[in-house]
Structure formats: C-alpha cells, structure tokens
C-alpha cells in the first residue's frame, strides 16, 4: 500500500516519520542517518556540541545514508550560539533546519537565501501562524506529552486541529507519538507526518550511551516528574537523584558556566547536568522522556521501529 507521503520542500518521504532533534548528544549522526535511511527525516541536535563537532556529524551522517535519505540540524533559539550553529548548517547545505524556543526573523530569511526550508517547532496556532507568514516551510506542533522542555500545558491532539485549521503549510504532529495508531489519528486530524524523539532513544543505532537507553527500558508510569529548568521552561525527565536535587527549585552549585544560554537562572547548569548523564552517569544528571516512556520495553534497531509503526498504522485504517 502506499503510505501518506510528508513532503517539505524538495524532499518527499517514503514513510512519514520525523525524528526528534534530542541534545545533548543523543541524535547524532548515528540515530540520523538510521531514520534516514529507513525512509523517514533523521536530525541531529546542534545542543551542546562545539561548531566542530556538528560540521563532523553533518558530514558522517550525508556519508552514511543511502538512497537519498533526507538529513536536518535542530538549532535553539535560546542558545547564545544559534547564529552561528545554523550558519554551519547552511555551510554543510542540509535539506532543512529545524527550530525550536522561540522564533527568529534571521533565520527565515536565510534559509530562503540558502534555498535550505526552515520548520519551527510551535506549541499553539498563534504561533504557527507567525512562523508560516514569516517563511515557515512547515510547523512541528508539540504537545505537553514530550519529553525534555516544554511550551504547553495543553495535549497534543487538543492544539493540532486548531494548527492544521491555521496553516497551509505541512504539519508535523509530536508529543507522546508512540505507535502506528498515533500515526493514523495525527494523519486523520490533518496531520502531513509525525515526530518521535523518546521511541527513537532506544534503539541500536541512537548515539545515547547504553545506561541511558536503559533507563528508558525499564521507567515506570510514574517515573516521570516534570521539573523546571534555568531555560525557565518545564520538562518532562525520569526521576532520579538529579532530579530529587533539583525538586522544590532547590539550587545546586555550578562548576564552570560556559554562558550557553541567553536568559538562564543560574540555579543549576541544564547543559552540564546533560553532559553528565551522557557520559553515562544517568543517576546524577537530567534523562529527558516523553509522558509515554513507560511503554517502551526493548531496545530494537531504527528500521524495526518504524517496520513496527507502519504495520499498525496500516492496521488501523
């Protein structure tokens, strides 16, 4: 059968699927090129790497995919070197940009003169409607069932009728998008794909270490805790000691700030207490998850995941 078919700008997938940008190191190359070359949108988070290192995983990642799989770079707003993270980007000419808390003029206007699409992650139909207007090639509309930081109280499929009733431009479903069901109804509403970041940890080829993955496998419904970061967002991670530090916004010193940040508390370090937990210590660091990670029971290769997403979602229609 032939599956709904996501395009944005020149790029037209065999399956529907996007990946979620995960900083700090856990959608690299490795996790971006699998997606990629399983026919769906592989990206790799600029968070938390030096320009360095994501010009290397922009090159590794284009080596690595076969029959023209499509390759994007995640850039925050909120980080002092967005500018120059998606200026590399434009430099490795990747098939898009994504970005996400908050919205830049610039960077519309220079992935038009770049010929490269930009896609914004939005949270409600406000916001969607000034990316689209400003040059927007499509919105991932984000509910508060994602993991890591989040911009709504509110549900997904409550903000994404009122997205896709908003826009022309393609929409990108995410936020507790486990299954091939999700996939179906986000497609029913009017959804042009989907984006998964938690699913897509465990698997083989994320660049995640293993105790990472791991703490994926084996979360629990209540395992996770919404906690608040020095971004001043909320985030959905599993609880561990970190997050018991953190809780009651209690404050824990800070070793050495690097200034990531353009507006930051200071009562903790979130790049430091994620660099912590991927180097593997996973017990004194942040472990960002979806609402939905409790579902998750093994660790398979990327192409089995979405194997397994697009048989149920043909079982479903």
């Not at 076969?66 to 430099?91: P, S």
Request: hydrophobic residues 40%.
């Amino acid at each position: 059968m032939n599956f709904p078919q996501l395009k944005i700008g020149h790029m037209a997938l065999k399956v529907p699927i996007m990946q979620g940008g995960m900083g700090v190191g856990i959608s690299l190359s490795g996790l971006a090129s699998a997606v990629a070359n399983a026919g769906g949108i592989g990206i790799i988070s600029g968070t938390g790497i030096s320009f360095a290192e994501l010009r290397y995983h922009i090159r590794k990642a284009k080596e690595s995919i076969q029959d023209g799989g499509y390759i994007g770079v995640n850039v925050l707003f909120a980080m002092n070197d967005f500018a120059e993270k998606m200026k590399v980007a434009i430099e490795e000419k990747v098939d898009f940009i994504i970005s996400g808390a908050g919205i830049s003029r610039d960077m519309y206007s220079w992935g038009r003169e770049a010929g490269i699409p930009v896609i914004s992650i939005v949270s409600s139909a406000r916001l969607a409607k000034i990316s689209e207007r400003l040059g927007a090639s499509a919105v991932v509309v984000e509910g508060n069932e994602a993991g890591g930081h989040l911009g709504t109280e509110r549900p997904l499929f409550d903000i994404l009728p009122e997205v896709v009733e908003a826009v022309k431009i393609p929409v990108i479903a995410a936020g507790g998008i486990m299954t091939g069901e999700d996939l179906a109804r986000a497609i029913q509403v009017g959804a042009s794909g989907v984006q998964m970041g938690t699913r897509f940890v465990a698997s083989n080829e994320c660049d995640a270490p293993l105790t990472f993955k791991e703490k994926y496998v084996q979360a629990k419904k209540e395992d996770t805790v919404m906690v608040k970061t020095t971004v001043g967002l909320e985030g959905r991670a599993i609880k561990n000691h970190f997050t018991e530090l953190i809780s009651d916004n209690k404050k824990v010193k800070i070793k050495k700030c690097i200034d990531c940040l353009k507006d930051c508390s200071y009562r903790f370090c979130t790049m430091d207490s994620m660099i912590t937990s991927m180097n593997g210590d996973c017990e004194n660091g942040l472990v960002f998850a979806g609402a939905r990670v409790h579902e998750i029971n093994g660790i398979l290769p990327v192409k089995t995941i979405i194997h397994n997403i697009m048989t149920e979602y043909k079982s479903c229609i």
